[in-house]
């Protein structure tokens, strides 16, 4: 096989040889449209010699293609087959360029890249669904890419994305705010996966702010417990949740100045409130 993309019967014929049953609970729909693999490069603006992290790589279709493109590439995988193939596979192929590091992305969101700086790498992943949320919550936390091309169910793009004030703005959506601008979203259908998902996926596409911003450890933890209470008014939450905690005093004192108050639900709340914890 040339270092491209992989079609539905190499896919097919790798799935056979290694006896493997993609796996639900991990989110394995492998992507098998060469057309949409593409894609993710070029929206990723990829070059040679550029830093790349990428997520579930699976049986490797966008990996080869992100090698042969001459990046270097950091990739984790939860998935013991699916190591065993890439090492066995892609890694003595390019030992120079390709470090592989089997674990859970929410835990290694860089995929073990050490020296990673704001805006120094990209991020180009077909995202587990089921982790998408946790996983840009870690990668929110800093150091930011420059620019990330993210395979989604388009409803969790739209939540990551979504407006103050509506149902889906939680604290990952503040986060991602603060950070990063939408650039594209590019629709992919089901047929392009083996197998195929029930539900609707994009290509969500997310270049770093020039002057992005993140929350403090401190401020993550609130939004993330006051979000549980997100039916609630923040300022009886905050008290309840935060009894005599004088930095929560200081910024419900505070939230006037974004337009808000005490009585406000969590999902009211704009991004820049939240930096002031």
């Known amino acids: 096989m040339s270092d491209g993309p992989l079609s539905l019967s190499e896919t097919r014929e790798l799935l056979a040889r290694l006896a493997h049953m993609p796996k639900k609970w ?112 870690a990668i929110c936390a800093g150091p930011h890419p420059a620019l990330m091309v993210l395979m989604l169910q ?26 990063f601008e939408r650039v594209k979203v590019h629709p ?20 770093r702010r020039a002057d992005a911003r993140r929350l403090s450890p401190r401020a993550r933890e609130v939004a993330r417990l006051l979000f549980t209470q997100r039916r609630k008014q923040v300022g009886s939450a905050a008290r309840k949740l935060f009894p005599d905690q004088a930095d929560v005093a200081r910024w419900l004192e505070a939230l006037p100045a974004f337009g808000v108050t005490s009585l406000a639900r969590p999902e009211t709340i704009p991004a820049e409130a939240w930096l002031t914890l």
């Not at 388009?154 to 950070?179: I, M």
């Open 26 to 137: 991990l989110g394995q729909n492998f992507l098998v449209d060469g057309n949409i693999v593409r894609k993710s490069l070029e929206l990723g603006e990829v070059k040679a010699g550029d830093k790349v992290v990428e997520v579930g790589p699976g049986l490797g279709t966008l990996t080869r293609t992100l090698l042969g493109a001459g990046v270097d590439l950091f990739a984790v995988e939860a998935d013991r087959t699916m190591v065993y193939h890439l090492e066995t596979t892609l890694q003595p192929r390019y030992p120079a360029t390709f470090h592989l590091h089997e674990g859970d992305a929410v835990d290694f969101p860089r995929a073990g890249l050490q020296d990673a700086t704001d805006g120094s790498f990209k991020v180009i992943a077909n995202l587990p669904y089921a982790i998408s949320t946790p996983w840009m919550d």
């Open 154 to 179: 388009r409803e969790a793009a739209e939540r990551l994305t979504a407006e103050v004030g509506t149902g889906h703005w939680s604290a990952v959506t503040a986060q991602v705010r603060l950070a």
């Open 188 to 207: 992919v259908p089901a047929q392009s996966f083996n197998p195929p998902p029930k539900v609707d996926s994009c290509l969500l596409v997310l270049r």
